[in-house]
């Protein structure tokens, strides 16, 4: 290629404003911890709620990302003016902008749990969107990367702005609950999702230089491809295996921060920073997989990430029979280094899954197929909330006795460990290639 080829090809990349769309779109989708966090706060400090209804409301909010299929088949299909990205990233953003500014504005006479969970379920049917638009980006941009080490970039890349806007909010939002109160959280990310909605619309989708659909299929082809890809065993196997390892693990998220926040009296703002330790993990471990563990075979990577989340399991255990505090760890100290990361950790395997995803979903259903996996992730992790409500109820745990904590972290170790036993059922090229080698 001659010089003015390439000097051609630099100025179109840095006229493409994917990166900065990206960037800023997935930092404001990692900067939602900020008011969840003043969500928690002010469910259990205002509204009085236990820690099973403060579990209950957690995961019933996030019953829009299990829609997740339908946003993405229409996102492929349905275009305004021209695109079928960008319109979506608008309206996501705009929702949950009006969602969150219409929590902080409530007279106190009008706040409810009822009128909350209301709010909380249209902001993440607008997050939804949002990922649905985004994740078909990364897809449709991953598949113009001409190796599999560059196709494992741009992930990488949403993954380290997700995490840095997860630091942010989370150390952001424990030092406003302490210095304001919970409320101003809503009032924050209000405005910075209304940003965003402004400058999505200032952003036209021809400059994203994306892979071009001659003909725009209708909704029925689109769910015809979509049921035509999940076919494949490679997808519907490895899909099934990351679904069911956290569905089968019954969480106990709630139980931990009221065990935290109510019985060991931690402090909101080293909470917020536990969480900030946590984000830091998830970006370092962005950084990480784009520089040393992209060749890696994903079934390698997500089997000892399941591993390492049992054996932080257990290490919570032992946080709450005391063993830690008995060794001279104070209960902060471990709070601070370690419960943030334990949260983060069970994200960790979905940045080589999407990328191996991204590899096998053929063009034009990258839309329908990553808003498939998203949900079924996102339904995964509603049945392990769900799952660790029943546990609490099962092993005794209210808001005054935490005696069966113990016997409820054990069985949430035990349930880690069941889907090692399936890993064969994520995609493996290397095996795959070698049996077909044999087989000739």
């Known amino acids: 290629m001659s010089s003015s080829d390439d000097h051609a090809g630099d100025s179109r990349h840095r006229r493409n404003p994917i990166r900065w769309l990206l960037g800023f779109g997935f930092f404001v989708q990692g900067f939602r911890g900020f008011p969840w966090l003043g969500a928690n706060f002010f469910l259990t400090e205002q509204l009085r709620v236990n820690p099973s209804v403060l579990q209950l409301l957690q995961n019933s909010a996030n019953l829009p ?3 997740k299929p339908i946003y993405g088949v229409v996102s492929d299909s349905v275009y305004f003016f021209g695109q079928h990205r960008i319109p979506y990233i608008a309206i996501g953003a705009l929702l949950q902008a009006l969602s969150w500014l219409a929590i902080a504005f409530l007279s106190r006479s009008n706040v409810s749990i009822l009128a909350l969970s209301i709010y909380l379920l249209l902001s993440n049917l607008g ?3 949002v990922e649905v638009a985004n994740d078909a980006i990364v897809a449709e941009a991953g598949k113009q990367k001409a190796s599999e080490t560059q196709s494992g970039e741009l992930p990488s890349f949403v993954w380290m702005a997700s995490s840095l806007g997860g630091i942010l909010g989370n150390l952001l939002g424990g030092i406003a609950i302490k210095t304001i109160s919970a409320r101003s959280t809503f009032l924050v990310f209000g405005i910075l999702a209304l940003l965003q909605f402004l400058v999505t619309i200032n952003i036209r989708e021809k400059s994203l230089n994306l892979p071009e659909n001659p003909s725009p299929a209708g909704i029925r082809k689109h769910l015809s491809d979509l049921s035509h890809v999940l076919r494949k065993p490679e997808i519907s196997f490895s899909i099934a295996w990351i679904a069911l390892s956290t569905a ?3 969480v106990l998220t709630g139980t931990m921060f009221f065990y935290q926040t109510k019985f060991l009296k931690i402090d909101a703002s080293l909470l917020g920073i536990s969480k900030v330790f946590g984000q830091i993990a998830m970006l370092l471990w962005g950084f990480a997989y784009n520089r040393w563990l992209k060749s890696v075979q994903p079934r390698k990577l997500m089997t000892a990430i399941q591993v390492t989340i049992a054996v932080f399991v257990i290490s919570d ?3 709450v029979r005391g063993v ?6 104070s209960d902060s100290v471990y709070v601070l280094f370690f419960s943030g990361f334990l949260e983060t950790l069970f994200y960790f395997k979905i940045l080589p899954f999407t990328v191996l995803m991204a590899r096998l979903c053929p063009p034009g259903c990258e839309g329908s197929l990553m808003a498939f996996v998203m949900s079924a992730i996102a339904l995964a992790f509603i049945v392990s909330g769900y799952l660790g409500i029943i546990l609490a109820s099962f092993v005794g745990v209210t808001v005054d006795d935490f005696s069966g904590f113990t016997r409820g972290l054990a069985i949430e170790a035990f349930c880690v460990g069941i889907p090692l036993i399936l890993t064969s ?7 795959t290639k070698e049996k077909s080698k044999k087989m000739e």
């Open 65 to 67: 990302m299990v829609a």
């Open 248 to 250: 089968v693990v019954p």
């Open 317 to 319: 255990l032992l946080f």
């Open 127 to 129: 997050a939804s969107f």
């Open 324 to 329: 830690y505090r008995d060794l001279g760890v």
């Open 425 to 431: 059922w994520i995609y493996d090229e290397a095996e």
